[in-house]
């Protein structure tokens, strides 16, 4: 199983510019996450998903847009890219939450993003 | 005030120390997590508990209720373990919240 991949790992856009980050697990789960990780800050959410088809936002979702039109995969958009938005983004996952039992976080490798 | 606050954020040891690094947090919570991020970026989860103490390998994780406390332990530190301790707590809001993390450096 590879767990969580993330793609791309590194990109550097312009401002105004838009890109899309893919993450995909194959570990069946139902829910998934998109962080971001600041120097000097905790990691801070985004948006997540609970199931296909279903998105959320997070702490700071302004900016950003996200889709999960299949259960394995789930898309970070930004529209128009700007430089607040260079950051260390980190995809994860978590199997359902059964009988209010919450599960570990499975993190993927990150990407770097750099808006110049 | 941040709602989880670690300390402290940086921390250099010499090979086979004892460690501890502690997380305090201000809100209710369900569940607490110790995550660990390694030089290269990616992040592993080490624990999650929500009341006493769990051990794997040389690692122990104490959380403190009451106190709203929780204590990550490493014991005979080794260089490898030299990584960002990460904790966070879910709410019960049920809302993940990160600390600012533990930077760890374990000379040889």
């Known amino acids: 199983n590879a767990g969580v991949t993330q793609t791309p790992k590194f990109r550097v856009l312009k401002t105004g510019q838009s890109m899309t980050l893919l993450c995909a697990q194959d570990?069946?789960?139902?829910?998934m996450y998109w962080y971001r990780q600041d120097p000097g800050m905790g990691l801070r959410l985004i948006h997540y998903?609970?199931?296909?088809?279903?998105?959320a936002k997070g702490e700071v979702p302004d900016g950003y847009n996200v889709s999960r039109l299949k259960k394995q995969n789930f898309l970070l958009g930004l529209e128009s890219a700007a430089p607040s938005q260079t950051s260390v983004y980190f995809c994860?996952?978590?199997?359902?939450?059964?009988?209010?039992?919450?599960?570990?976080?499975?993190f993927g490798p990150g990407t770097r993003l750099t808006v110049l | 005030k941040n709602e989880v606050e670690q300390s402290p954020q940086n921390l250099t040891a010499q090979e086979g120390e004892f460690i501890t690094i502690n997380c305090s947090y201000s809100?209710?919570?369900?569940?607490l997590h110790w995550l660990q991020q390694h030089p290269g970026g990616g992040i592993v989860s080490l624990f999650m508990?929500?009341?006493g103490k769990k051990k794997h390998g040389r690692l122990i994780a104490t959380i403190n209720i009451q106190e709203k406390h929780s204590s990550l332990h490493i014991t005979a530190s080794h260089p490898r373990d030299s990584a960002v301790y990460i904790c966070?707590?879910?709410?019960?809001?049920?809302?993940?919240?990160f600390g600012q993390g533990t930077r760890l450096t374990i000379n040889p």
């Open positions: 994860a996952s978590s199997p359902n939450n059964l009988a209010g039992i919450y599960n570990e976080q499975f």
């Open positions: 570990m069946n789960h139902e829910y």
């Open positions: 998903s609970v199931g296909e088809g279903t998105t």
């Open positions: 809100v209710g919570i369900s569940a």
């Open positions: 508990l929500s009341s």
């Open positions: 966070a707590v879910r709410s019960l809001a049920q809302k993940l919240v």
